[in-house]
């Protein structure tokens, strides 16, 4: 990337990857930089900033634009602010904001419809309090609807969707606890279901899908070390009521050094 930077959010659009947001190396400013990597071309070119500097935002691809969803604004704020970048005309826009303001929360695209789950939000008083909490936004209506919260509330958590369902894996389930909790989201049905656990507790880590199974990459454990375990399971066992508790996480090649809050995107 021409912008070094962590804490950021990426999605993958026409078969380029769009980097936005987060903080840059070694400074305390949210960064406003997006930039777009073409793998055909094996080169990363800048793209107009976006209009509220963020970090810890979740970003994701859906109805051709990519989104911009909440995160840890300029002003050291959470905020609800959510933005669409269209590759064809080569602007932001400001779309309908979010119910609440919230930050280290995932989004999540299924059949054209975005889905925002957990973080931090704050409470009636004021206070950081870690959220359940799920909504999806339609782009046709340019309107948020609550959805069925997740079973475990969570934040710098992961997710990945395969075959229409959304996977939700580790996180932090207080402001200093570390999970290994992780659940599947059936958007027709409105229900989730808890699956196998990881076989490391983990945040601030990344999740992606590709061939059938999902990995999770990465990551703090409970004792604050940084990881360069992979982890991979094969969906299809959800299915299988019997093996939906069972020991279905494998261990995949380790990364090439540990890492922590990145991204993870299938191109």
């Known amino acids: 990337m ?3 930077r962590c804490e950021h959010g990426a999605a993958a659009l026409g078969g380029k990857l769009y980097v936005i947001g987060g903080l840059s190396n070694g ?3 949210p960064l ?3 930039e777009v990597f073409d793998p055909k071309t094996d080169g990363w ?3 107009p900033s976006m209009p509220t500097a963020r970090w810890c935002l979740a970003a994701v691809a859906v109805a051709r634009k990519v989104y911009a969803i909440g995160g840890f604004d300029d002003a050291y704020e959470f905020c609800d602010a959510v933005e669409a970048y269209d590759p064809l005309s080569g602007a932001w826009t400001q779309v309908a ?3 609440v303001p919230l930050y280290r929360h995932t989004a999540a695209a299924v059949n054209g419809k975005i889905y925002v789950l957990g973080g931090i939000i704050y409470d009636d008083e004021g206070e950081e309090v870690v959220t359940g909490r799920v909504v999806m936004y339609d782009p046709v209506a340019d309107s948020w609807q609550q959805m069925a919260a997740m079973p ?3 934040y710098s958590h992961a997710s990945a969707v395969v075959d229409g369902k959304i996977y939700v894996s580790g996180g932090f389930t207080t402001l200093v606890e570390t999970s290994d909790a992780f659940e599947a989201y059936d958007p027709v049905t409105n229900t989730w279901t808890t699956l196998a656990s990881l076989s490391e507790v983990r945040a601030d880590h990344a ?5 059938g199974k999902l990995y999770v990459f990465g990551g703090f454990t409970s004792s604050g070390d940084c990881l360069d375990l992979v982890e991979a399971a094969s969906t299809y066992t959800y299915s299988n009521t019997a093996l939906r508790q ?3 996480w494998a261990r995949a090649a380790g990364m090439p050094s540990a890492n922590e809050e990145a991204v993870a995107v299938v191109l």
């Open 207 to 211: 999740s992606a899908a590709a061939h």
């Open 152 to 154: 475990t509330a969570r």
């Open 2 to 4: 021409a912008t070094k």
């Open 27 to 29: 400074e305390d400013t």
């Open 97 to 99: 904001s979010l119910p």
């Open 32 to 34: 406003s930089e997006a």
């Open 45 to 47: 070119q800048p793209l």
């Open 246 to 248: 069972s020991n279905i």
